[in-house]
């Protein structure tokens, strides 16, 4: 870990000291145990700031929209998917980035530790080979890491970068195969079950828009929530206007979104959001052939067709 | 002397047909003096591609029972590629919104001609059974 | 001042008489994070927790809350108000760091002009502090007036003695809620020891932030660039807002489906980049840096101004779960001690 960390000081410290870029966005050290956060580096001095671990939750691809500076990027396999994704839709040049790509294999879900500790008070956190030491008021716990990624490091098939300018660390060994196996086993539930599980997810709803707003490809200026002439939904924690929310956010997000997990990571409620994003990844992989964040050349699923598209929806009378 | 009146709960049902194909059918359909269910209401769209995902939601919302799309048969659309947009998005909008457990039978999509006045009236037949069988909208239904 | 002695194991029969004539909110574990609900029996409510994950003032200031609602016919409009549970409440269990939340929405909402919806409910609102004996990561309630067994506001205040709580007698209404209970009075040493406690939770929270006199520093800096710089990893999530006990803007709305519709308040949030874009057009926070000077400015220069307290309890939500690590402490320190902002 110290290699990786020191490669990312020297390429971002050689990356300002050179003028390539204005800013590295990397991470940090975070102030209190299992939080590493964005950073924003300007000078070489200031390089010794950037950090890596297993801390390294946020999506940084979602600071380079808008922003006119030329920008050095620290960013692991699902950040640079939502790169792809963002040059693709124009909302950043690239050769506006400089990406500095590193391969990642899972960040350790906070959330869950916590509740395995029973919300004992956490002091400190030493990340080891393989394992992470809890040191609280009075008790130590050794657990293992790969126990305790976050559900979307779980199912990542893609941890390598897939864009990248210069590769700060060894690529890691990829999972084969897109599968989803947890949305087919939904699907296989019947209608009520279903409709049942997602009525209670959305009752935890507060509408903050923590979600939207942690996901790098939601960057519209005004969001359809926002707008009031028509007014789409109704922003009350109403039942309906909250279900149509997320349905209509994941919607937007059709074959567009990458599975970072930075929605789930952000919502403070726990609200199991991922499931409808990954149902339409899936129906947009096989439908479509098509999967967010991987190609540059390929079009985006709703901005084209073919004309053997499957008509298997269609009623006929 | 005058039938006394039973209330029996018949399903709303909004049609969204495009302009040039879908909706010159249902003139067709009428003219012809072909009947069908009067359960639809009609709304006449430039294109099926021009129908945003909201327009379907909107209506289950406010209690709508069942949403047709209809819309130009594939290399057929007066604005070339409108219908082609359209099916892609339907495609994944049908299975997302049964996926989330809304009944299968509330939002349909079909391709009816300007010459199919005889289909149109039968696809009307079938959308209106379909729902009829679902009874009233509950799922998403916004109650004030 | 009166104190009284409950047993734990005695805690969930009392809350089952008191669920007969009080709506109880009581903390829930649900989803593995506490959250205040209404309880249907005692077993359900825990006392064994840090805080939860939301603040409490949703009892008294809804995300939600139906305003009115009308409805339109031949003859015109009639209009109705919501309906209300007869009930009074109580809310148990509430830390010292939320309780102070309240008194700051008590200051908004009981002023002139009062708001009748919150005033229905605080008047019939019966408050159970419970003191802390460990705080959590985030916890910096001393640093801002406040303390882990600070009761004042409370009607009632718990304190962890072992197997029994020590009940402080605050308010009049406190005395009133436990005339019907037959609890024994605390005897001189419990009271002392719940006092040591109490020394014990406050001396373990390390200040680690100097507020006083920050209104002046905040003010001089109000243009300084720093602003930018220290919130420039800001989403804009709005998640700090909404979970913290005093915040409290919102906004109006109206719905409505054919004939029928109702006005409602929601939550809103100052850290939305449109919160204060104007109809024409132009919005003067339209940056991070300004939002968030906001935030800071109305807790710590304001809302101090205004009502006469700080509008930060100290209770650490917004640290713990800021989805990007922006500490409302360090910020505090890096604009008050004019050193190098990072």
Redesign the interface.
């Known amino acids: 870990m110290d290699a990786l960390i020191n490669r990312i000081r020297g390429i971002a410290r050689d990356l300002l000291r050179e003028g390539k870029v204005d800013v590295v966005i990397g991470f940090e050290e975070g102030t209190i145990p299992f939080h590493s956060r964005p950073c924003f580096v300007r000078s070489p001095d200031e390089a010794d700031r950037l950090i890596w671990n297993s801390f390294c939750e946020n999506n940084l691809a979602t600071y380079v929209v808008k922003r006119n500076e030329r920008m050095g990027i620290v960013a692991k396999g699902c950040d640079t998917r939502a790169l792809l994704e963002l040059i693709k839709e124009r909302q950043v040049i690239r050769d506006q980035i400089y990406i500095i790509g590193v391969p990642c294999e899972g960040m350790i879900d906070r959330v869950r530790v916590e509740a395995e500790l029973r919300n004992r008070s956490i002091q400190t956190v030493e990340v080891r080979e393989g394992t992470f030491l809890i040191m609280g008021k009075d008790f130590e716990k050794e657990l293992e890491i790969k126990e305790f990624l976050y559900p979307s490091c779980q199912v990542c098939t893609r941890k390598n970068p897939v864009i990248y300018d210069e590769l700060a660390g060894e690529e890691v060994e990829e999972s084969v195969g897109e599968t989803y196996p947890d949305i087919e086993s939904?699907?296989g539930f019947s209608?009520?079950k279903?409709?049942?599980?997602?009525?209670e997810e959305m009752s935890r709803c507060i509408r903050c828009y923590a979600c939207r707003n942690a996901c790098p490809l939601c960057y519209c200026t005004e969001c359809?929530v926002d707008a009031s002439n028509p007014q789409?939904?109704?922003k009350s924690i109403?039942e309906?206007?909250t279900?149509?929310f997320h349905?209509?956010r994941?919607?937007h997000l059709?074959g567009r979104c990458v599975d970072c997990g930075a929605c789930e990571r952000a919502c403070p409620l726990g609200i199991d959001i991922r499931k409808?994003n990954r149902?339409?990844s899936k129906?947009?992989l096989a439908?479509?052939n098509y999967k967010a964040g991987i190609s540059l050349d390929e079009v985006a699923?709703?901005a084209t067709?073919r004309?053997d598209?499957?008509?298997?929806?269609?009623?006929?009378? | 002397m005058a039938e006394p009146k039973i209330e029996k709960w018949e399903p709303k049902i909004v049609a969204f047909l495009c302009n040039w194909c879908s909706y010159a059918g249902a003139d067709l359909a009428g003219i012809s003096r072909i009947q069908y269910p009067n359960n639809v209401r009609i709304i006449r769209v430039a294109c099926s591609g021009q129908v945003n995902?909201?327009f379907i939601?909107?209506n289950i919302?406010?209690?709508i029972d069942g949403v047709l799309i209809s819309g130009c048969h594939?290399?057929e659309c007066h604005y070339l590629?409108g219908n082609?947009?359209a099916?892609?998005?339907?495609?994944?909008?049908?299975?997302?919104?049964?996926?989330?457990?809304?009944?299968?039978g509330r939002v349909?999509?079909?391709?009816v001609s300007a010459s199919e006045g005889v289909?149109f009236a039968?696809?009307i037949?079938?959308?209106t059974d379909i729902v009829r069988s679902l009874g009233p909208a509950k799922?998403?239904?916004?109650?004030? | 001042m009166k104190a009284k002695i409950i047993r734990k194991k005695d805690i969930s029969g009392f809350l089952d008489r008191l669920i007969q004539a009080y709506r109880v909110y009581a903390p829930v574990m649900q989803n593995g994070y506490f959250l205040f609900k209404t309880i249907k029996s005692g077993s359900e409510a825990s006392l064994n927790y840090h805080n939860t994950k939301m603040s409490p003032k949703d009892i008294l200031f809804p995300q939600s809350e139906v305003l009115f609602?009308y409805q339109l016919d031949k003859r015109g409009v009639e209009i109705d108000a919501p309906a209300q549970d007869e009930r009074d409440l109580v809310i148990f269990g509430i830390r010292p760091c939320d309780v102070r939340g309240i008194q700051a929405l008590d200051k908004v909402f009981s002023k002139n002009p009062k708001d009748p919806y919150f005033e229905e409910r605080r008047n019939r609102t019966v408050i159970v502090g419970l003191g802390c004996k460990e705080n959590h990561n985030g916890c910096f309630c001393t640093a801002v007036g406040g303390g882990p067994c600070a009761d004042d506001g409370s009607d009632l205040f718990l304190i962890d003695i072992g197997d029994e709580y020590l009940i402080r007698v605050i308010s009049d209404k406190g005395e009133v809620f436990l005339k019907g209970e037959d609890l024994p009075d605390a005897e001189t040493q419990k009271i002392a020891f719940a006092a040591v406690v109490a020394e014990k939770a406050q001396d373990a929270l390390r200040p680690c932030v100097e507020v006083q006199g920050s209104e002046d520093i905040l003010t001089q800096r109000f243009n300084d660039p720093v602003w930018d710089v220290i919130s420039e990893k800001c989403i804009g999530c709005g998640v700090c807002t909404y979970l913290c006990p005093t915040c409290h803007c919102f906004d109006i709305c109206d719905?409505?489906?054919?004939k029928?519709?109702?006005g409602i308040r929601i939550w809103d949030s100052c850290q939305y980049p449109l919160f204060t874009r104007q109809a024409s057009g132009p919005n003067p926070r339209d940056t991070v840096g300004k939002r968030m000077r906001q935030r800071i400015m109305h807790k710590f220069v304001y809302f101090p101004d205004e009502q006469g307290m700080l509008g930060c309890t100290g209770c650490g939500r917004c640290v713990i779960e800021c989805p990007v690590n922006l500490d409302i402490r360090e910020v505090l320190n890096i604009l008050l001690r004019t050193g190098a902002a990072r």
Request: proline share 5%; no cysteine.
């Open positions: 939904f699907e209608d009520e279903r409709w049942q599980y997602f009525s359809f789409w939904i109704g109403d309906s206007d279900a149509l349905i209509m994941a919607f059709a409808l149902k339409l129906d947009v439908l479509f699923p709703l067709y004309p598209d499957s008509e298997a929806f269609i009623l006929e009378p | 995902p909201w939601l909107a919302q406010q209690g594939p290399g590629t082609y947009r099916r892609r998005k339907f495609a994944l909008l049908k299975n997302f919104l049964q996926f989330v457990g809304l009944e299968e349909h999509f079909t391709w289909r039968k696809v037949e079938k959308v799922k998403l239904v916004k109650r004030i | 609602r719905e409505a489906v054919n029928e519709g109702k």
